[in-house]
């Protein structure tokens, strides 16, 4: 399993396909933040910037290899560890962007509320942010997983599709990653910072099954 | 086993019941678009049959017959990733690619990244990957396709030690002759089944030898051949006789070393096909 990561990672690094979703998390955290704005605001934007991204970073590595260089994979390590090992390195790569992106925006954020009344701990408030993000990267792995092949095979569909699934999960009530966001930023005007930890558990369970589900089925295609 | 590609789709493949013993060499053939590239994918594990079950999954290579690799490394590094994948370690995996690098006589593209490699080389890395590995279960698709002549023979030595050395090695190839030498046998796949076509089927000719000699004829070719002819009346001490063995052409090789080096030796009058063209007898290779 290193090794298959470690051969995905490097597919995914090498590649230099990472660099469009990049492109997109840099243009939704710039048109969305500026430096100066309410720290748990920004966060929440950031967290919600992941979602997409790390839908599309899933693709990335689900579709990195060409079908014969996939085959020989397969056979090598079995068609379920390499979309094991697919779903795990798109993760991790929006793990770290996100980790990477939250520490940036915290760092360049005002620790006050909305209306500049209360101050907002820097320490929870950055802890929250993170969560947030790690609960945000999870179900756009999620998405990614069950959006692209081997689940959803149709060419031309799994852009919009994945694209649609991940605006349906921030702005549905009552989804893990909207109350994750909404809870940073509701936050930003009481000035109460909330772990969310129960966002990130469903998330967790989210992108538990929907890899599971994409790896079962990645032998039957 | 089955194979469907949709639900209530055509079976591409049905009723397959198929043994894979150690050291067995088995050749797939069939017509196009019979079902030989989606049974060695279901042998490779790529794929999972729709009903019944593969059991048994031993450490598996597998070469497409088209490798249009696209991959941002290059051969080498290809190479030793592919080494880890199967299970080598990074220092194992690096002096094996230098082996199968030299052995296919392309070190000197090892550097060169892989969507620049001419066709022919790019497929020499493919099969690479593979015997690197030293696989149990080694499964080629149409490997030798796009291969030079000398990587072709390669190609089929290297099969032939896998074999040797307790792999199983099951392939396509569009050339029927394809290691007949090595004693591939044959399953032929129609109309979604398959079929045990041994070697002696039409694809393999016939060939008659004749020997003359004073000796007992070789024990080891009572196994190698398919029929002997009747042995002539008891000999006088001395007095040559006459051997006519009819066996297939790709085993014909093995009986020729046997008579040639029992002792006495043999003295191999004529070999020829067993139904010879335009009803003469035309020997094409005499011995001796």
Not at chain 1, 73 to 99: D, E, K, M, N, W
Not at chain 2, 193 to 216: F, H, K, M, W, Y
């Given at each position: 399993m290193t090794a298959l990561l470690r051969y995905q990672a490097a597919l995914l690094l090498r590649s230099q396909r990472w660099l469009p979703p990049l492109l997109l998390y840099g243009v939704i955290i710039g048109i969305g933040i500026q430096s100066g704005q309410p720290v748990l605001d920004s966060l929440g934007v950031t967290a919600a910037a992941i979602l997409p991204v790390s839908g599309?970073?899933?693709?990335?590595?689900?579709?990195?290899?060409?079908p014969a260089a996939r085959a020989i994979t397969q056979a090598a390590a079995g068609p379920t560890r390499v979309q094991l090992a697919c779903t795990v390195t798109a993760f991790t790569a929006s793990a770290v962007l996100g980790a990477?992106?939250?520490?940036?925006?915290?760092?360049?954020?005002?620790?006050?509320t909305d209306n500049h009344t209360l101050r907002v701990p820097m320490g929870p408030a950055v802890a929250?942010?993170?969560?947030?993000?790690?609960?945000?990267?999870?179900?756009?792995?999620?998405v990614g997983a069950l959006c692209n092949p081997p689940v959803l095979r149709r060419p031309g569909w799994p852009i919009p599709v994945t694209a649609l699934a991940a605006l349906l999960l921030l702005v549905a009530s009552g989804s893990p990653a909207n109350a994750a966001v909404s809870g940073l930023v509701s936050g930003s005007s009481t000035g109460a910072v909330h772990l969310p930890v129960l966002p990130l558990a469903l998330a967790v369970v989210a992108c538990a099954a929907a890899t599971a589900f994409s790896c079962r089925l990645a032998a039957r295609r | 086993m089955g194979r469907r590609y949709r639900m209530r789709g055509p079976w591409v493949l049905r009723d397959i019941d198929l043994d894979l013993p150690a050291g067995a060499l088995l050749r797939i053939a069939g017509t196009n678009g019979s079902g030989k590239s989606t049974l060695l994918r279901l042998l490779a594990g790529i794929d999972a049959p729709t009903t019944g079950r593969i059991t048994g999954r031993p450490r598996t290579a597998y070469v497409p017959e088209r490798f249009a690799a696209t991959l941002p490394f290059d051969a080498a590094g290809y190479l030793v990733?592919?080494?880890?994948?199967?299970?080598?370690?990074?220092?194992?995996?690096?002096?094996?690619?230098?082996?199968?690098?030299?052995r296919f006589a392309i070190t000197g593209y090892a550097g060169t990244s892989?969507?620049?490699?001419?066709?022919?080389?790019?497929?020499?890395?493919?099969?690479?990957?593979?015997?690197?590995?030293e696989p149990e279960l080694l499964v080629l698709d149409e490997a030798?396709?796009?291969?030079?002549?000398?990587?072709?023979?390669?190609?089929?030595?290297?099969?032939?030690?896998?074999?040797?050395?307790?792999?199983?090695a099951v392939f396509v190839d569009h050339d029927p002759r394809r290691l007949t030498g090595a004693g591939a046998r044959v399953h032929r796949v129609a109309n979604g089944r398959l079929a045990d076509s041994r070697a002696g089927s039409p694809e393999v000719p016939q060939v008659v030898i004749e020997a003359e000699g004073t000796g007992e004829p070789p024990a080891a070719l009572a196994r190698h051949t398919g029929a002997t002819a009747p042995q002539p009346p008891a000999d006088q001490a001395g007095?040559?006789?006459?051997?006519?063995?009819?066996?297939?052409?790709?085993?014909?090789?093995t009986a020729l070393r046997a008579l040639l080096t029992a002792d006495p030796p043999w003295h191999i009058r004529a070999v020829r096909p067993a139904h010879p063209p335009g009803g003469g007898a035309i020997p094409y290779g005499v011995a001796r």
């Amino acid at each position: 399993m290193t090794a298959l990561l470690r051969y995905q990672a490097a597919l995914l690094l090498r590649s230099q396909r990472w660099l469009p979703p990049l492109l997109l998390y840099g243009v939704i955290i710039g048109i969305g933040i500026q430096s100066g704005q309410p720290v748990l605001d920004s966060l929440g934007v950031t967290a919600a910037a992941i979602l997409p991204v790390s839908g599309w970073l899933v693709r990335v590595c689900a579709t990195g290899e060409p079908p014969a260089a996939r085959a020989i994979t397969q056979a090598a390590a079995g068609p379920t560890r390499v979309q094991l090992a697919c779903t795990v390195t798109a993760f991790t790569a929006s793990a770290v962007l996100g980790a990477v992106g939250s520490l940036i925006v915290a760092a360049i954020s005002d620790p006050q509320t909305d209306n500049h009344t209360l101050r907002v701990p820097m320490g929870p408030a950055v802890a929250a942010g993170l969560l947030a993000t790690l609960a945000c990267a999870l179900l756009g792995t999620a998405v990614g997983a069950l959006c692209n092949p081997p689940v959803l095979r149709r060419p031309g569909w799994p852009i919009p599709v994945t694209a649609l699934a991940a605006l349906l999960l921030l702005v549905a009530s009552g989804s893990p990653a909207n109350a994750a966001v909404s809870g940073l930023v509701s936050g930003s005007s009481t000035g109460a910072v909330h772990l969310p930890v129960l966002p990130l558990a469903l998330a967790v369970v989210a992108c538990a099954a929907a890899t599971a589900f994409s790896c079962r089925l990645a032998a039957r295609r | 086993m089955g194979r469907r590609y949709r639900m209530r789709g055509p079976w591409v493949l049905r009723d397959i019941d198929l043994d894979l013993p150690a050291g067995a060499l088995l050749r797939i053939a069939g017509t196009n678009g019979s079902g030989k590239s989606t049974l060695l994918r279901l042998l490779a594990g790529i794929d999972a049959p729709t009903t019944g079950r593969i059991t048994g999954r031993p450490r598996t290579a597998y070469v497409p017959e088209r490798f249009a690799a696209t991959l941002p490394f290059d051969a080498a590094g290809y190479l030793v990733h592919m080494g880890r994948v199967h299970g080598l370690s990074g220092r194992q995996a690096a002096s094996r690619a230098d082996t199968w690098l030299e052995r296919f006589a392309i070190t000197g593209y090892a550097g060169t990244s892989l969507d620049l490699l001419s066709k022919g080389t790019a497929q020499k890395v493919a099969v690479a990957q593979a015997l690197l590995a030293e696989p149990e279960l080694l499964v080629l698709d149409e490997a030798w396709t796009g291969l030079d002549t000398a990587a072709r023979a390669h190609l089929d030595e290297a099969v032939t030690e896998r074999v040797a050395a307790g792999g199983t090695a099951v392939f396509v190839d569009h050339d029927p002759r394809r290691l007949t030498g090595a004693g591939a046998r044959v399953h032929r796949v129609a109309n979604g089944r398959l079929a045990d076509s041994r070697a002696g089927s039409p694809e393999v000719p016939q060939v008659v030898i004749e020997a003359e000699g004073t000796g007992e004829p070789p024990a080891a070719l009572a196994r190698h051949t398919g029929a002997t002819a009747p042995q002539p009346p008891a000999d006088q001490a001395g007095t040559p006789r006459l051997l006519r063995i009819t066996l297939p052409a790709d085993r014909s090789d093995t009986a020729l070393r046997a008579l040639l080096t029992a002792d006495p030796p043999w003295h191999i009058r004529a070999v020829r096909p067993a139904h010879p063209p335009g009803g003469g007898a035309i020997p094409y290779g005499v011995a001796r």
